[in-house]
């Protein structure tokens, strides 16, 4: 039986490289898109597929709503987080919708057949290190819930839109921006935003 995999990611070169492994296997039929809405079409298709790897930050990506509309359109098959570090609290909400896991984009190619087959057998997979301690540990001193806020904030999403999705109060919030501002130096979410990026926090 061939395994249809859905790559969904907006780093094409990454994109390319891992769907041209998996296609010159047997067994594997991997096909790429870019965005939210395309994989949102794809799987709108008369063909499901049996795995999604998605990105969290390609385009029209919104945190844990996005999340729940891929998990809810790919049904039954398996959505699987494909991106960088992810705090704790975001990692325990996707896995609440229904996400099998988290696979890092620094996971080597050849250990990704083994992942995908264990996913596929109806185990979650989470690697030992993510979403560990309390506190990141690249010399930032941002707590997993302000890191979770500062990234919904960074993909555009108002106070209220966050407060929503964390099951918080906007006022909630607001103190969170607060902590992070001053922690980062910044002068506004906007500022909070440019610097996380720059010093790969996001």
Do not use: W
């Not at 998605?54 to 945190?63: A, R, V, Y």
């Not at 890191?147 to 919904?152: A, G, H, K």
């Amino acid at each position: 039986m061939t395994l249809r995999i859905l790559l969904a990611d907006d780093h094409n070169l990454l994109a390319e490289a891992v769907g041209t492994m998996l296609n010159a296997q047997p067994g594997y039929e991997a096909i790429t898109t870019d965005t939210l809405d395309g994989a949102l079409a794809m799987l709108n298709g008369e063909d499901g597929f049996d795995v999604v790897l998605l990105d969290l930050k390609m385009p029209g990506m919104m945190g844990i709503n996005s999340i729940k509309t891929v998990v809810d359109k790919a049904a039954p098959g398996k959505v699987v987080l494909f991106t960088g570090m992810v705090d704790r609290h975001f990692l325990n909400s996707a896995l609440e919708l229904g996400c099998r896991g988290l696979i890092p984009k620094t996971m080597p190619l050849q250990a990704l057949n083994s992942v995908i087959q264990l996913i596929v057998s109806g185990q979650i997979f989470v690697p030992a290190e993510a979403g560990g301690g309390d506190k990141a540990s690249d010399g930032h001193d941002l707590s997993e819930k302000e890191l979770f806020v500062l990234r919904l904030a960074a993909d555009g999403m108002t106070n209220k839109e966050i407060a929503r999705d964390m099951d918080a109060s906007e006022v909630t919030v607001k103190m969170h921006m607060r902590s992070i501002c001053k922690k980062l130096g910044a002068r506004n979410r906007a500022h909070a935003a440019m610097i996380s990026r720059e010093r790969s926090l996001l």
